[in-house]
């Protein structure tokens, strides 16, 4: 499968910014995915993930503040971002999971979008 995500970009704090991430070139239908981020210096971490159920995963960090959802079209996946905070900065990455359920480990990864959040 590929993965591209997009819609990253630099915002202020307390803005909302909108990624989405299609899932193409696979025979399968993919069912779990999750959104990631690794900001520099820092280990890679779930941010939000779902399954195919509609059942969804928050980082705490993120919860009451990220939405994560399926998009419109088949093997998409949206993270609605708001109340963003400096500490959001970071490179978010798309992935499939290998289960189909919310704890799935991560399978193939997009190549990241940039995310920066300024004072």
């Known amino acids: 499968a590929q993965l591209v995500e997009s819609g990253g970009g630099l915002v202020q704090a307390g803005g909302s910014l909108t990624l989405s991430c299609a899932a193409s070139?696979?025979?399968?239908?993919?069912?779990?995915m999750g959104w990631y981020r690794q900001a520099r210096g820092k280990e890679r971490e779930l941010v939000a993930a779902i399954d195919s159920g509609e059942n969804t995963k928050y980082a705490d960090s993120v919860k009451g503040r990220f939405t994560i959802s399926r998009g419109g079209a088949k093997n998409t996946v949206i993270l609605q971002m708001n109340s963003l905070k400096n500490e959001d900065t970071a490179m978010y990455l798309c992935?499939?999971?290998?289960?189909?359920?919310?704890?799935?480990?991560?399978?193939?990864w997009g190549r990241g979008t940039q995310v920066t959040v300024s004072s």
């Open positions: 992935a499939t999971l290998r289960e189909d359920n919310v704890g799935g480990r991560p399978d193939y």
């Open positions: 070139g696979s025979s399968f239908s993919i069912k779990a």
